[in-house]
């Protein structure tokens, strides 16, 4: 049963963003509850998406605290945009999240090793002097960032 119930809500998620794909083909920025709607139900792409909405403040207030919530869950989820953006976010700090240049290497890593051509840019200018890791300064913005 509760396989079932997951596969519902899977294609509920799915359908959802077939709609908000079509409202983007028109023009439209998307149907901002509709990709709520299908982020609550764990669709990492909508996570994305409204992570996006937040960031932008497109359909809502701009908030980078929740920006950058929505766009951790979609990254753990392995959503290689999200990915890049957390590490966008850790990057430049702001809102309760501090810089932290290795958090930012390790999202830009994880994006990268998908292929998301903005994060290999990344990792490859923040690299050399620094012994691979990504920032301005030796290894780590506020120190302390998860080693992996």
């Not at 794909?21 to 920025?29: E, Q, S």
């Not at 299908?38 to 980078?64: I, K, T």
């Not at 979609?74 to 290795?102: C, I, S, V």
Request: aromatic content about 10%; glycine content about 16%.
């Amino acid at each position: 049963m509760r396989k079932l119930i997951s596969l519902i809500c899977m294609l509920s998620a799915a359908v959802f963003m077939v709609s908000c794909a079509a409202d983007k083909d028109k023009g439209n920025d998307g149907d901002f509850a509709r990709v709520r709607y299908a982020a609550e139900l764990g669709d990492a792409e909508a996570q994305y998406w409204l992570g996006d909405f937040y960031a932008l403040g497109r359909g809502v207030r701009r908030d980078f605290d929740e920006a950058v919530g929505w766009y951790r869950k979609a990254a753990e989820q392995g959503e290689p945009r999200a990915q890049f953006a957390l590490g966008r976010a850790y990057e430049t700090g702001g809102g309760r999240l501090e810089q932290d240049y290795t958090e930012a290497t390790h999202w830009y890593r994880k994006a990268a090793d998908q292929g998301h051509p903005e994060a290999r840019a990344r990792l490859e200018r923040g690299s050399g002097d620094r012994g691979g890791s990504f920032g301005r300064s030796g290894g780590g913005g506020r120190g302390g960032g998860r080693s992996r």
